[in-house]
């Protein structure tokens, strides 16, 4: 069981801090590194330089739309997949299979399919979503069985409670069909999870929460008859000594608003996604002091989410340091690790000089693509 490494595409913007984010609640955030295409693409292709198989595109109305940006980056990249992140809600089940088959024609099948059914009720509406929480996964159920049935090359006949199809096809099979990585951790979403999914995604809570996930998870799928693979979602601060990651995440902490900690707190207590609750359960919204007073198990740090919604934790120390916790959490059956960092161009250069070699000596990294190397052209003596 080896492990696939992502990184994260900052189609938001990008900075040297955690309010340097537009998704934040904090009013005065900056974006230093507007996410133009030049910049997109330094970050897209040192993700590819290091070896990382894909990565993850966000989707909302505070970034870039994920399907447009990305096939614009196809040009500049040569062998990384994107991770395209979706909401079923905003498009139909046919329109999103017939993409899928494009993508994959287009890019030479450097499609991977991410599926946000949505935890917050306002951005849904944004969209012109109604339908409340459980009801989006009953949606994203029906809306994943289409187009799956549509991607096996034969006309899709559907009648549901939220879709009607009548000879569904698209122009072509997709080859080969994307990988649907899905999250959700509430009683609604499981199910679909099982049903539909490839890859699980969860958020980076402390491995033994993960690994009961996993295996309710796994259970759903084994009564289904399917097997899935698992991912996590995290940042990490990693640097050649622990002593110079924990600097870095409590200058993080340092530059915290506390009063844009307290908004962004009211507004994850407000939120109807379980995931998010659980995120904000683990630091608790403490703010300031000591960055080590978040550190919710070894080298897993909780300050990212006292701002940022979704992924809240970080891998920090000593690149052997997160390798060791990569590696707790592959024992735990993670196999992908999807990662970001502050900013995304350096952070995945730390991570993908320093950590995965680690992972490379332990004999966990397997597939993906391979490091670049320059190539050196010999010159005759003179």
């Not at 133009?36 to 330089?49: K, M």
């Not at 809570?205 to 996590?232: C, H, M, N, W, Y």
């Not at 307290?262 to 659980?278: N, P």
């Amino acid at each position: 069981m080896s492990i696939s490494l992502h990184w994260f595409l900052p189609t938001h913007g990008d900075g040297r801090s955690i309010v340097d984010r537009p998704h934040t609640t904090a009013v005065t955030a900056a974006t230093p590194r507007q996410p133009d295409i030049d910049y997109l693409a330094q970050v897209a292709q040192a993700a590819e330089h290091l070896g990382f198989t894909g990565m993850l595109t966000p989707t909302g109305t505070w970034c870039q739309d994920s399907w447009v940006t990305t096939a614009a980056l196809l040009a500049r990249t040569q062998r990384i997949k994107f991770l395209v992140a979706f909401r079923p809600g905003s498009m139909t089940p046919t329109l999103a299979a017939q993409m899928a088959v494009t993508y994959q024609q287009v890019s030479g099948g450097r499609l991977l399919l991410n599926v946000v059914t949505g935890g917050d009720a306002h951005e849904q509406r944004r969209f012109g979503d109604r339908l409340e929480h459980s009801r989006r996964y009953d949606r994203t159920d029906e809306f994943l069985a289409i187009v799956r049935a549509i991607w096996s090359g034969q006309p899709v006949d559907f009648d549901g409670e939220h879709y009607t199809v009548e000879g569904a096809t698209a122009y072509a099979v997709p080859s080969p069909s994307p990988t649907v990585y899905f999250g959700g951790s509430s009683d609604a979403a499981l199910p679909v999870a099982a049903r539909r999914a490839d890859v699980y995604l969860t958020w980076g809570e402390p491995p033994s929460q993960v690994a009961e996930k996993i295996d309710t998870v796994r259970r759903l799928a084994d009564a289904e008859g399917r097997v899935l693979r698992f991912g996590l979602r995290a940042h990490t601060i990693t640097r050649d000594s622990s002593a110079e990651a924990w600097a870095t995440a409590q200058r993080l902490l340092d530059e915290l608003d506390p009063q844009d900690v307290a908004a962004s707190q009211a507004k994850f207590a407000a939120s109807e996604s379980t995931g998010q609750r659980r995120m904000a359960a683990l630091h608790g919204g403490r703010a300031g002091g000591d960055a080590r007073r978040l550190e919710i198990h070894p080298h897993l740090w909780a300050g990212v989410g006292l701002v940022r919604g979704g992924a809240g934790t970080a891998f920090v120390g000593s690149h052997s340091e997160v390798a060791d916790l990569i590696e707790e959490y592959h024992d735990a059956g993670v196999e992908e690790f999807v990662l970001s960092g502050y900013p995304h161009l350096e952070e995945a250069f730390w991570f993908g000089e320093g950590v995965r070699p680690e992972l490379a000596k332990r004999g966990l990294l397997g597939h993906g693509t391979k490091p670049s190397v320059p190539r050196l052209t010999e010159v005759s003596a003179s």
